[in-house]
C-alpha cells in the first residue's frame, strides 16, 4: 500500500463559495443524506446550480468513505479529459487523453481516443486510482470493461449518445462508483465530486 502522503494546509473557503452554500441550503435540505454522500450531492448542485442533482445521483457511503481512505494514502487520480483534470486543483491527475501514445493507440485499435486513453492511463496509474469520467461515455464503457481495479469511479459523462447507458452499466458492473441516472453530467460536476472528497480528506 502507497505511503499516506502530506497533504496540504486545510483550504480557505471564500466568502463567495460560502454565500452560495447557505443559498443551497436554504432551498434544499440534505442533511438526512450521509456524510460523504452529502458532502459530493453538495458540491455537485453546488458546481452546476441544479438541484435536481439531490435525486438524480447514485452513491454508495461505503465505497465513498473506502475511497477517502484510498486518497488519504495515495491512491492516484485519473481523468478522461483535460477539463476534468483542470477542476481538481489540490493533486496531480493523470490524463491521457492527449498522450501521442493514446492517438497511436487508436489508430492501431479502432478504439476511440478516449478509451485508448483509459488504456494508457491505466499502464501509468495502475490499480486502485480514483477514476473520474466526465465528458465521454467511451472512457466510462472502458473503464468497466478493461478490469482496472479501481478504488472509485465517478462516472458522470453527459451526453445523448450512450451517457446515460454507460452509467448505467458503471452501477450494473459492481465497481465503487458515483453516477447519475440521467443524461446530463459534465467536467465540473464530475469534477465537484472529487473535490468533494478530496476537501473531505483534507479535513480529517
Known amino acids: 500500500m502507497s505511503a499516506p ?25 440534505l442533511t438526512a443524506l450521509p456524510p460523504y454522500t452529502r458532502a459530493v450531492t453538495e458540491r455537485v448542485v453546488h458546481a452546476s446550480a441544479d438541484l435536481d442533482y439531490a435525486a438524480d445521483l447514485v452513491c454508495d457511503e461505503e465505497a465513498l468513505a473506502r475511497a477517502v481512505r484510498a486518497l488519504r494514502e495515495g491512491a492516484p487520480m485519473v481523468a478522461d479529459v483535460a477539463m476534468v483534470a483542470a477542476g481538481i486543483t489540490s493533486r496531480a491527475v493523470t490524463c491521457a487523453i492527449a498522450d501521442p501514445r493514446a492517438a497511436a493507440l487508436a489508430k492501431e485499435t479502432g478504439l476511440t481516443r478516449s478509451a485508448a486513453a483509459v488504456r494508457v492511463a491505466y499502464g501509468d496509474a495502475g490499480p486502485g486510482a480514483v477514476w473520474v469520467v466526465g465528458c465521454a461515455p467511451t ?18 459523462p453527459v451526453g445523448f449518445v450512450g451517457a446515460a447507458e454507460s452509467k448505467a ?28 472528497l478530496l476537501y473531505a480528506e483534507e479535513d480529517a
Do not use: M
Open 5 to 29: 502522503v502530506n497533504r496540504p494546509a486545510r483550504r480557505a473557503v471564500h466568502p463567495i463559495e460560502r454565500e452560495s452554500y447557505e443559498i443551497l441550503r436554504s432551498r434544499i435540505d
Open 139 to 156: 472512457a466510462l464503457f472502458e473503464v468497466i470493461e478493461y478490469g482496472v481495479a479501481p478504488a472509485l469511479v465517478i462516472g458522470l
Open 169 to 196: 452499466a458503471l452501477r450494473a458492473s459492481g465497481l465503487p462508483a458515483v453516477s447519475n441516472i440521467s443524461e446530463k453530467g459534465g467536467s465540473a460536476v464530475a469534477a465537484a465530486a472529487l473535490n468533494a
